[in-house]
């Protein structure tokens, strides 16, 4: 008999976790366009810049939402994995209990 097995609800509460960091990519998005992409100082020959600031937030965002996205997919599919394996369990389960009649 082999010693390894699955928890679906261990897969569950995983994949609840990679949804919640994925939240947390939004925490990060606040924090730089509040602080890292402020243009508020920008005066003079400075404001030179702030087109590159603005191109710079654009690609940190889409990386953001990459990154996020490729978090809930995963989630999506560590959920669904589950689900495989409870089908399968229970599958079996009836079997077994077929021949046990």
Request: charged share 30%; proline share 1%; aromatic share 10%.
């Amino acid at each position: 008999m082999s010693s390894l097995f699955t928890d679906a609800a261990e897969m569950r509460a995983y994949a609840e976790y990679l949804r919640t960091e994925a939240q947390e990519f939004e925490t990060i998005r606040k924090y730089v366009h509040a602080t890292a992409c402020d243009k508020a100082g920008f005066t003079g020959l400075l404001a030179l810049l702030q087109p590159g600031v603005d191109v710079v937030r654009a690609l940190f965002d889409e990386t953001l939402d990459f990154g996020k996205s490729k978090l809930e997919g995963t989630a999506t599919a560590v959920d669904a994995t589950a689900k495989t394996y409870e089908d399968i369990d229970a599958l079996q389960r009836r079997i077994f209990e077929g021949l046990l009649k």
